[in-house]
């Protein structure tokens, strides 16, 4: 009886250091499963946390060599009507200082010739009291002559001067509305091109245009 029972206890304390030790090995192989998979998971989060900081960058990379692209296609745009614009006021300077001159020019060559006109007609007739009248009429006629021709030419140069004054404005109006609307169209392809921008992979991106 005595050794039945120490038989029935031995099986028992068998019986449970095996159970103990059952249970013990399936929470350590459980605890080593869940740990390898958190050690995974935090692996994968790591490499999709790099991805997207490589995709930010190459964003930001596209996003500030367009910048500096635009920049400098604005620039080149306004030194191009500066330069336009100067040249075209050397021009027109140029074209009024030559009329200017030209009119002059004829304008001192019509008078020396009225006033050679006037001294041979003078010396030419013999001042009587009958011809000294028709001397007065002369130089009368002469000196109104002279002050017509003066008065259209200022006045053909004046209407010369406000001529060109005007070409000019309109030039730089008409420069000024080209540049306005490349601008704006070129504003407009840029952001059309934002707008069809597709990043098709998570290790880089490019630009389909529609």
Do not use: P
């Amino acid at each position: 009886m005595c050794l039945c029972i120490i038989i029935t206890i031995n099986e028992l304390i068998y019986y449970l250091q095996y159970r103990y030790f059952h249970q013990h090995h399936r929470y350590q192989r459980y605890h080593d499963h869940h740990h390898q998979h958190n050690h995974h998971l935090i692996i994968i989060i790591i490499i999709i946390i790099i991805i997207i900081i490589i995709i930010i960058i190459i964003i930001i990379i596209i996003i500030i060599i367009i910048i500096i692209i635009i920049i400098i296609i604005i620039i080149i745009i306004i030194v191009i009507i500066i330069v336009i614009i100067i040249i075209i006021i050397i021009i027109i300077i140029i074209i009024i200082v030559v009329v200017v001159v030209v009119v002059v020019v004829a304008l001192v060559l019509v008078l020396a010739l009225l006033l050679r006109l006037h001294r041979i007609i003078s010396s030419s007739i013999v001042i009587s009291n009958s011809s000294s009248i028709i001397v007065t009429i002369t130089n009368n006629i002469v000196m109104v002559v002279i002050v017509v021709i003066i008065i259209i030419s200022v006045i053909i140069i004046i209407i010369i001067v406000i001529v060109i004054v005007v070409v000019l404005l309109l030039v730089v109006v008409i420069v000024i509305i080209v540049v306005i609307v490349i601008l704006i169209m070129n504003n407009f392809n840029n952001r059309k091109t934002y707008r069809s921008a597709h990043f098709c992979s998570e290790f880089g991106c490019y630009i389909k245009y529609f």
